[in-house]
């Protein structure tokens, strides 16, 4: 928006657009445009009579993804751009064979997944903006992101190449740099009115959720969704599914990298208050239990049936659906077990040899997953199921652990308390990250008795733990939400030290959820939206046609394993199962699936949309049956199979990581 009509849409309370310039001013990437000419012509079969040319006008080598989140198993491959009947396209395909940056061991598992993230024709009329990084030390790289909300995992560049890419770029699009951000870029057109779903709200990002299944002669993961579904419809509707990018609030200066993973969960906060009038904070606000409807109802499976409505979907008669209160839709499974009565005294004691090692985890994970633990053992079982002890481990060796353990968090923790406030005036990143945890960790679980009330220790035992762990992970630090996976560990083991240690061992498996580039919550999303594609096709088929493919209305559940979708007793049962691994180590994705299964009908009855499905997930926090949610969730599990365990990439988080390859985070841009 320029001239009369910003000012319009300032009047309105619209956002305000940016001040869009030119990249001439840039000499980086002047200097590269003057250098940059075509680099070759070819003609590609278009799988018909007719021969289509193309001119590529950028082609680079050895730019590579990482399907994890700890850089090991990259797949390298060409990116390319290319223009074809005066269009601008943009290809990524990975080399053929086995990767050389990937272990050989890690490398055949997956080869399996390089179709997944291959891009054949992306117009960049799709494209809503890039972001560049650019490291002190490590790979620079971009983060594409298309008009839908949708974005694929980060590129990076191994031989360099990113200015001659904006070079390039601004010969063939309209590519003007955001003053809100330096680092991105706004592609094509952004005159067009302010985008119905998440525009008011200014969201900076999206879900990075690389699931492009989205339109014809767009990108294409291969063999995943037939390319007859993409209709052209669907691009006409483009453009109501996203956000402009934009923010109020300037960079400050004493942050110039701007944590993207912090932006995401403050704004996505705004989100949750659009949708829910009576929401004031999508990570601190406790919800009250509500009753739950228990009708029973009858399971029968019929994936044929499923399958008849894959491509299409019932018109609603919305006379006919009620308003409130919540309703749920009778699942099509036919199993999934009664919950079990939790882990008793007796029963765990006879897990145990004389010694004190465990003598068949097996038995003990299935023990836990179908029942849980009896709240006076949590303290001690919990510690097997965060990895903290191993099963095998005498009395005296955990004895002696514990010991070790604690003096070694003193010594950390140490390094934070001698900081003067002198030292800390010249010491930003520390400022930051403990005024964002003060800040925190006083809106974290109040109600709960052992949190509630003004001067209570237990909050700063909170507070100091999580202040240590972003020393002792001093690349991941601290983001909003890792206090909400602290206060039920700290509960449960009322023990400061051993609190850390577990909460350490957690963050080995979900710290991936915090990253800048949001690669674990990429890696989930996308593997959820395949999830609901193999399991339910006609939700699938709904959320493509209305623009809903990022599942961005599932961060929260995904981001803090639906803490604030259940009670604190029913959070501790919930994790305890999840942290069992027993049927997968991905359950929380299954159990994504089966509520969004249950609520099927209500969904697509009602013409769901962006904001109205995220509203409808938002109030289902306190009315979800949690024992039929579990069930439900192991028969799609055991439903889905092998099928299902190869639309989780590798490395997938919580999954641990294969190979560190030096660290377990990916760089971050600043360094102190």
Not at 299 to 316: G, R
Not at 335 to 362: H, Y
Not at 521 to 546: C, G, I, T, W
Request: aromatic share 12%; net charge negative.
């Amino acid at each position: 928006m320029r001239g009369g009509d910003a000012g319009a849409a300032a009047e309105a309370g619209s956002p305000r657009s940016p001040d869009l310039y030119d990249l001439s001013d840039d000499s980086d990437y002047a200097a590269a445009a003057s250098d940059h000419t075509a680099m070759r012509t070819d003609l590609v079969d278009r799988g018909s009579d007719e021969t289509a040319r193309i001119d590529v006008v950028y082609e680079k080598e050895r730019v590579t993804i990482h399907p994890t989140q700890y850089g090991s198993g990259r797949i390298s491959g060409k990116l390319r751009l290319f223009l074809q009947q005066g269009s601008l396209f943009l290809s990524w395909e990975p080399n053929e064979g086995a990767d050389s940056l990937s272990t050989s061991s890690f490398g055949v598992e997956i080869e399996k997944y390089r179709n997944l993230y291959t891009i054949k024709a992306l117009p960049l009329s799709d494209v809503r903006f890039i972001r560049k990084h650019t490291p002190t030390f490590g790979l620079d790289y971009i983060i594409i992101v298309l008009s839908s909300g949708l974005a694929f995992p980060p590129f990076y560049f191994y031989n360099g190449g990113i200015r001659e890419l904006f070079a390039t770029l601004k010969q063939h699009v309209f590519i003007i740099r955001s003053d809100d951000d330096p680092n991105v870029f706004l592609v094509n057109d952004f005159q067009d009115p302010l985008q119905k779903s998440l525009s008011s709200l200014e969201l900076p990002g999206v879900a990075t959720v690389a699931n492009a299944m989205s339109r014809q002669n767009s990108l294409s993961f291969t063999g995943s969704v037939d390319e007859t579904r993409h209709g052209a419809d669907e691009r006409l509707g483009e453009a109501s599914s996203m956000s402009q990018y934009g923010s109020k609030q300037k960079h400050k200066s004493n942050d110039p990298g701007r944590d993207l993973s912090i932006q995401v969960l403050e704004k996505f906060s705004l989100v949750t208050k659009f949708a829910r009038d009576t929401t004031s904070s999508l990570f601190r606000d406790n919800s009250g239990a509500h009753g739950y409807g228990r009708q029973q109802h009858e399971y029968v499976f019929d994936n044929k049936a499923s399958d008849k409505y894959k491509n299409q979907y019932v018109a609603p008669e919305k006379a006919s659906i009620p308003s409130a209160p919540l309703e749920s839709d009778p699942l099509p499974l036919v199993w999934g077990k009664q919950r079990d009565c939790p882990l008793s005294v007796a029963e765990w004691t006879a897990f145990l040899d004389p010694e004190g090692r465990v003598m068949d985890s097996k038995a003990l994970r299935k023990k836990v997953f179908y029942g849980g633990v009896e709240h006076v053992l949590r303290k001690e079982v919990w510690k097997f199921l965060l990895g903290y002890h191993e099963y095998d481990s005498t009395y005296a060796e955990r004895e002696y652990l514990a010991a070790m353990k604690r003096a070694e968090y003193e010594a950390i923790k140490s390094q934070w308390k001698s900081i003067s406030a002198t030292q800390a005036k010249r010491f930003t990143k520390f400022r930051e990250r403990k005024g964002l945890i003060d800040k925190d960790v006083v809106r974290t679980d109040r109600s709960v008795p052992y949190y509630e009330g003004d001067d209570n220790q237990n909050v700063v035992v909170l507070r100091d733990i999580l202040l240590t762990y972003s020393f002792y992970n001093f690349d991941l630090g601290y983001c909003q939400g890792m206090s909400d996976f602290l206060a039920p560990i700290l509960y449960v083991m009322e023990d400061e030290s051993e609190s850390f240690w577990c909460f350490a061992s957690l963050m080995e498996r979900l710290g991936a959820n915090f990253n800048r580039d949001q690669n674990g919550m990429h890696a989930q999303l996308l593997a959820l939206s395949k999830l609901v594609e193999l399991l339910d096709p006609p939700l699938h088929n709904y959320f493509r046609q209305n623009d809903c493919l990022n599942y961005f209305f599932c961060f929260r559940w995904v981001l803090i394993q639906f803490k604030r979708e259940f009670s604190f007793d029913q959070v501790m049962l919930l994790w305890e199962v999840l942290w069992t691994h027993y049927l997968s180590e991905h359950f929380h994705l299954y159990l994504c699936v089966a509520i969004l299964k249950r609520y099927r009908q209500r969904i697509i009855g009602e013409q769901m949309d962006f904001d109205t499905l995220l509203k409808f997930i938002n109030e289902l926090s306190g009315q979800i049956n949690l024992d039929r949610a579990i069930q439900d969730a192991e028969a799609l599990c055991t439903i889905a199979g092998e099928n299902g365990a190869s639309c989780i990439p590798p490395g997938t988080p919580p999954s641990m990581p294969i190979e560190t390859d030096g660290g377990l985070y990916v760089q971050e841009d600043e360094v102190l």
